[in-house]
């Protein structure tokens, strides 16, 4: 196996690795809509803040498998954190070996010390984790849900029960102009740790604006439903949303600041975001959304929405 690495960011890259991702899918997650370039485009663009490590290996001219890893630079010594995958037909082959050893040696390289890699939870990928000495770190589960299913009812019921005291606004694409300085202080309230992706610890309106480059360069289209109260400028709650030219868009945040939880203020924007997107693109027939475990009220309100768990996934950690 030779390693390689590649630019996420190049699109010879998504068309390299495409054919081996939809064989992975396909097999990991039959249910799901044949993996598009703009999916992949997004999974492998270097995000906002972030440098992005991508390394293939390769059996002759023919991708086996990729290591992505996504670098706070924000956090100097923070961990890479990404995903691992050998694509059917090259497993037990070593290429997810020799991935592990060039990701571990590319983050010594930078002064990191610690590999955090997700995966589906399964017998094989314990099996090779035990055998790396990689410890389990974490647990997240992915929601599915169909807009026009039986949880339409709950989204309905959701999105037509306002709060006392607010309103919501809504938007696709880029945030409106005046409410961009809001935004970014909301989001700055945002405290969990996506994988691969930076924690921006002041964010201004400019970065912001960058988020939303990152995601048309991939093809998303960010659709958002913001609460103010009813009288004010100032967000004080937002959810988002991503949609790609597929069947299936991922769900993005759900942050409601301090002072205005436990009023239904996530489970009334939420609904309005989902209602919305179904109503505005005819194609969507899946939502999905990937939720630490321990988040038990994230959990608990996409299950209130008609959300249902589908698969969860291993965070595994090994030392550089």
Same mark, same amino acid.
């Given at each position: 196996?030779?390693?390689?690495?590649?630019?996420?960011?190049?699109?010879?890259?998504?068309? +390299?690795?495409?054919?081996?991702?939809?064989?992975?899918?396909?097999?990991?997650?039959?249910?799901?809509?044949?993996?598009?370039?703009?999916?992949?485009?997004?999974?492998?663009?270097?995000?906002?803040?972030?440098?992005?490590?991508?390394?293939?290996?390769?059996?002759?001219?023919?991708?086996?498998?990729?290591?992505?890893l996504g670098l706070d630079l924000g956090d100097p010594g923070g961990p890479g954190h990404g995903s691992l995958w050998v694509f059917p037909g090259f497993r037990r082959r070593?290429?997810?070996?020799?991935?592990?050893?060039?990701?571990? +040696? +590319?983050?010594?390289?930078?002064?990191?010390?610690?590999?955090?890699?997700?995966?589906?939870?399964?017998?094989?990928?314990?099996?090779?984790?035990?055998?790396?000495?990689?410890?389990?770190?974490?647990?997240?589960?992915?929601?599915?849900?169909?807009?026009?299913?039986?949880?339409?009812?709950?989204?309905?019921?959701?999105?037509?029960?306002?709060?006392?005291?607010?309103?919501?606004?809504?938007?696709?694409?880029?945030?409106?102009?005046?409410?961009?300085?809001?935004?970014?202080?909301?989001?700055?309230?945002?405290?969990?740790?996506?994988?691969?992706?930076?924690?921006?610890?002041?964010?201004? +309106?400019?970065?912001?604006?960058?988020r939303e480059a990152e995601a048309e360069r991939a093809g998303h289209v960010p659709h958002v439903v913001a609460a103010l109260p009813e009288h004010g400028t100032s967000i004080?709650?937002?959810?988002?949303?991503?949609?790609?030219?597929?069947?299936?868009?991922?769900?993005?945040?759900?942050?409601?600041?301090?002072?205005?939880?436990?009023?239904?203020?996530?489970?009334?924007?939420?609904?309005?975001?989902?209602?919305?997107?179904?109503?505005?693109?005819?194609?969507?027939?899946?939502?999905?959304?990937?939720?630490?475990?321990?988040?038990?009220?994230?959990?608990?309100?996409?299950?209130?929405?008609?959300?249902?768990?589908?698969?969860?996934?291993?965070?595994?950690?090994?030392?550089?």
């Amino acid at each position: 196996m030779e390693i390689r690495s590649l630019d996420g960011d190049e699109p010879a890259t998504i068309a +390299a690795l495409l054919p081996g991702f939809r064989d992975t899918m396909s097999l990991e997650l039959p249910g799901d809509p044949p993996v598009t370039e703009a999916l992949l485009a997004r999974l492998f663009q270097r995000r906002h803040g972030t440098e992005r490590i991508v390394l293939a290996a390769y059996d002759g001219g023919t991708p086996a498998g990729v290591l992505k890893l996504g670098l706070d630079l924000g956090d100097p010594g923070g961990p890479g954190h990404g995903s691992l995958w050998v694509f059917p037909g090259f497993r037990r082959r070593g290429a997810g070996r020799a991935l592990v050893a060039a990701g571990l +040696a +590319a983050l010594r390289e930078r002064g990191r010390e610690l590999l955090l890699a997700d995966a589906p939870r399964a017998a094989a990928g314990e099996r090779f984790a035990a055998e790396l000495g990689a410890d389990l770190v974490g647990e997240s589960v992915r929601h599915r849900l169909r807009p026009a299913g039986p949880a339409r009812a709950a989204l309905e019921a959701a999105a037509t029960r306002p709060v006392p005291g607010y309103r919501l606004v809504a938007w696709q694409g880029p945030c409106p102009d005046d409410l961009v300085e809001s935004y970014a202080r909301a989001w700055s309230a945002l405290e969990e740790r996506v994988n691969g992706q930076a924690r921006i610890r002041r964010p201004s +309106a400019d970065d912001v604006r960058a988020r939303e480059a990152e995601a048309e360069r991939a093809g998303h289209v960010p659709h958002v439903v913001a609460a103010l109260p009813e009288h004010g400028t100032s967000i004080v709650a937002y959810a988002t949303l991503f949609v790609r030219d597929s069947p299936m868009a991922d769900v993005g945040e759900t942050l409601v600041l301090p002072g205005h939880r436990r009023r239904g203020l996530a489970t009334w924007l939420k609904g309005e975001l989902l209602l919305g997107a179904a109503r505005e693109n005819n194609r969507l027939a899946l939502v999905q959304v990937f939720n630490d475990t321990a988040d038990t009220a994230v959990v608990a309100l996409n299950r209130k929405l008609g959300f249902e768990a589908d698969s969860y996934w291993s965070t595994y950690a090994l030392k550089a």
